[in-house]
């Protein structure tokens, strides 16, 4: 069955970077996308980028083009998410999630367990 | 970028409510429209895809319609593991945007 493990907890100073990871397990890595969600304390969710397993390219949201670096390691089935400059504002959940398509609608059926990362002096 | 708004942005029922969520995007998506649930301290959980599709394993009482801008979400009898947020999202371009939520919890 489709499996995505992150990465551990992360405390971080401002001005700092971060890096998360995503380990895929069960299917086929690089027949499928990865998207980042991220989602502050209390509040929605928010997409942050896309990656191809296949070929590596990606798609970032305008508000962290620059800030975020999604890349993957296909001998490792394992996709990382960089996000540097670090703010306050950036503490949050941060989700890996396998894309799917069914009936030519792109799906987001399986997620990671999240990854908390806080950012504080 | 697709702006998804969802309406109400909480409301409270009880057991065996009829509960309807509305979610409207900025453009025409066809039917390129997804539904979330989500409890505290999980990961979302895909309800339904292409606005009325019944995900695998969701219960029947889930149910979604709508197509071009407008779309609902309805719970035909809530039961008491169904209160959570409800998240929509748009899946016709990228960046895939999600609504705001509605929070449905015990009146």
């Known amino acids: 069955q489709v499996q995505l493990v992150q990465s551990g907890p992360e405390v971080k100073k401002p001005g700092a970077s971060v890096k998360v990871s995503c380990k895929a397990s069960?299917?086929?890595?690089?027949?499928?996308?990865f998207t980042w969600v991220r989602q502050a304390p209390g509040q929605g969710l928010e997409w942050m980028g896309w990656?191809?397993?296949?070929?590596?390219?990606?798609h970032f949201a305008q508000n962290l083009q620059g800030r975020v670096t999604l890349t993957r390691d296909t001998s490792t089935s394992t996709v990382y998410m960089e996000l540097r400059s670090l703010r306050s504002d950036d503490t949050a959940v941060y989700y890996c999630?396998?894309?799917?398509?069914?009936?030519?609608?792109?799906?987001?059926?399986?997620w990671g367990q999240g990854t908390l990362v806080i950012v504080s002096s | 970028d697709i702006q998804m708004t969802q309406s109400p942005s909480s409301l409270s029922a009880s057991v065996g409510d009829r509960v309807t969520i509305t979610c409207r995007a900025s453009?025409?998506?066809?039917?390129?429209l997804n539904w979330y649930q989500q409890k505290p301290g999980k990961a979302p959980n895909l309800l339904i895809y292409?606005?009325?599709s019944l995900q695998s394993g969701v219960p029947l009482r889930f149910s979604g319609s709508g197509s071009g801008t407008d779309f609902t979400l309805t719970i035909s009898s809530l039961q008491s593991e169904d209160f959570a947020t409800y998240y929509c999202?748009?899946?016709?371009?990228?960046?895939?945007?999600f609504g705001p939520g509605t929070k449905v919890d015990i009146k």
């Open positions: 999630v396998r894309e799917s398509e069914l009936f030519g609608v792109i799906i987001f059926a399986y």
């Open positions: 069960g299917y086929t890595f690089t027949n499928y996308g």
């Open positions: 990656i191809s397993a296949y070929n590596g390219n990606t």
């Open positions: 453009q025409g998506i066809s039917t390129s």
């Open positions: 292409a606005a009325s």
């Open positions: 999202q748009q899946s016709y371009n990228s960046p895939r945007t």
